[in-house]
């Protein structure tokens, strides 16, 4: 910094004036330090005895809400990454979370179990592993078991970014459980992929197709698989909105990625943030040259502009869902991508995460 014409002495008293006054030097910078998101890994296996027994330790009802266990960054200590927060629900046979709707907006990426429904605005959606439900911003919502097996699913949902928005607002329904209108009216209706209702408004924010089927996204990965792949993400599709064709949310995208095996793919970086679940298979990530390695269960997060690549060394298929916050990102012009060009695209490793280091 250029000194002006003051003394020491007289450098400290304007500032102390403008502390005074409430005004920041901008050449000094105070205050402008944000944690960096860390990419981390969550195994499964230490997660999920601890998902069931929270099970025991609290029972959904007005206060709790939900019983969830929030995946929190280390840095961040609350939230995923600086714009998602996301979470392991747990359902166990004959309880309610009861209805309530808030302006974040959630996602639902059904792990296991069966038996449960989550009913949003009325429509019933029975929920089965790889099926994603989605409950957007001020939409009802309350889940259901009429099952006699647990469920788990992941929540992700906008909560940072619209916390620092103040745009935060939360409403209990009167009854735990809104009234049921239908089941399944929202595939019966959107889920024909390039037809629609032709008399309905197409410019709500969000998808009103809210409930994606497994076999259907299956599907729709190996025929993509036939005939085309990403060097980057290998066969990756993000789930849409059937009326626009965009994403299924204004705030968060939902993807999901076939690495087949033998692959390996290039290193990209970009301004999105992203939670990936390992739905199915072994393998691993390389972030900001950590390799992750990763199996069955596992989460993981590739925080914004960190260098990432994907590896299955294996002779099994994997399958990876992610939230992602491209369309916020897009929405405000702020997406920038780059490709890794050195060593043909692949980032040399420098370290293998292990863990916390407490
Ligand atoms: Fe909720
Ligand atoms: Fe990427």
């Known amino acids: 910094m250029t000194q002006g014409k003051v003394s020491p002495e007289e450098l400290e008293r304007f500032y102390a004036s403008t502390d005074q006054a409430s005004l920041a030097p901008g050449w000094l910078r ?13 195994k499964w296996s230490e997660v999920e005895p601890l998902v ?6 609290v029972t959904p009802d007005r206060d709790v809400q939900r ?16 714009t998602i927060s996301a979470a392991l629900q ?4 004959g309880e309610c979370a009861p209805a309530h709707r808030h302006t974040p907006t959630a996602i639902r990426w059904i792990l296991q179990g069966e038996g ?3 009913t949003v605005q009325g429509d019933k959606c029975y929920m089965e592993r790889g099926d994603l439900v989605l409950t957007p911003s001020w939409t009802w919502h309350d889940h259901n078991s009429e099952g006699d097996a647990p469920m788990i699913w992941l929540d992700g949902l906008d909560t940072p970014l619209v916390h620092n928005l103040h745009a935060t607002f939360f409403e209990n329904y009167p009854e735990d459980e809104q009234p049921v209108t239908g089941t399944g009216e929202s595939i ?3 889920a024909s992929g390039a037809l629609r209702p032709a008399w309905e408004d197409t410019k709500l924010p969000y998808s009103q197709l809210w409930h994606y089927k497994w076999d259907r996204t299956y599907d729709a990965l190996w025929n993509l698989a036939q005939v085309d792949s990403s060097p980057f993400d290998d066969v990756a599709m993000e789930y849409s909105d059937p009326a626009t064709g965009g994403s299924v949310l204004a705030t968060m995208a939902c993807w999901i990625q076939l690495i087949r095996p033998g692959i390996h793919t290039r290193a990209h970086r970009h301004t999105t943030s992203a939670v990936y679940q390992v739905f ?3 393998g691993y990530s390389i972030i900001d040259g950590q390799r992750f390695d990763w199996s069955p269960g596992d989460l993981f997060v590739v925080p914004s502009w960190s260098w990432h690549e994907f590896g299955n060394d294996s002779s099994q298929e994997a399958i990876l869902f992610s939230i992602q916050d491209n369309p916020v990102i897009k ?5 920038r991508e780059e490709a890794y060009e050195e060593n043909a695209g692949h980032q040399s490793v420098t370290g293998k995460f292990s863990g916390l280091q407490r």
């Open 30 to 42: 105070r205050g402008e330090e944000r944690p960096e998101v860390v990419p981390f890994l969550w």
């Open 188 to 190: 019966q209706k959107y």
């Open 90 to 93: 747990l359902l166990l046979p």
């Open 116 to 118: 449960v429904y989550t």
């Open 67 to 82: 019983r969830v266990l929030r995946l929190a960054n280390p840095a961040l200590g609350h939230g995923t990454t600086h």
């Open 280 to 282: 199915e298979g072994e």
């Open 52 to 57: 069931m027994r929270s099970g025991e330790v």
């Open 331 to 335: 929405s405000l012009a702020l997406f």
